[in-house]
Nanobody, 112 residues
Framework: QVRLVESGGGLAQPGGSLRLSCAVS????????MSWYRQGPGKERELVAR????????NYADSVKGRFTISGDNAENTVYLQMNSLKPEDTAVYYC?????WGQGTQVTVSS
C-alpha cells in the first residue's frame, strides 16, 4: 500500500523558512512525478511545485518561483519542499501528491 506522510509544517514569521518533507512508502521513487499542492483558507487547491524522477524540477507556481525549491532524495524515498522568504499568503495546508495518492497535509502558517 502506498503511503505519503508530510512533515515540517508549522508557524513561521514573514521572511522566514521552513522545509517540508514527504516520506513515501510502498512505492520506490525511481521513475516518478511528485508534486506539492497547497490549499489556503477559502481557496482552491493549487499546484506549488513538481519534480520528475530524474530529480529535475519541472513546474513552479509563479507565486513561489525564486523562493521555493523542490527536491528529491531517492535513497531516502522522500521529496522535500524548501520554502524561503515566506509570506503571509503562503499560509495553507500543504499536500504532497504522487499520481493517485495524497498525503494527509501539513499546516503552514506565516504570521508575525
Amino acid at each position: 500500500q502506498v503511503r505519503l506522510v508530510e512533515s515540517g509544517g508549522g508557524l513561521a514569521q514573514p521572511g522566514g523558512s521552513l522545509r517540508l518533507s514527504c516520506a513515501v512508502s510502498g512505492f520506490k521513487l525511481v521513475n516518478y512525478v511528485m508534486s506539492w499542492y497547497r490549499q489556503g483558507p477559502g481557496k482552491e487547491r493549487e499546484l506549488v511545485a513538481r519534480i520528475n524522477g530524474a530529480g529535475t524540477p519541472t513546474n513552479y507556481a509563479d507565486s513561489v518561483k525564486g523562493r521555493f525549491t523542490i527536491s528529491g532524495d531517492n535513497a531516502e524515498n522522500t521529496v522535500y519542499l524548501q520554502m524561503n522568504s515566506l509570506k503571509p499568503e503562503d499560509t495553507a495546508v500543504y499536500y504532497c501528491n504522487l499520481y493517485n495518492w495524497w498525503g494527509q497535509g501539513t499546516q503552514v502558517t506565516v504570521s508575525s
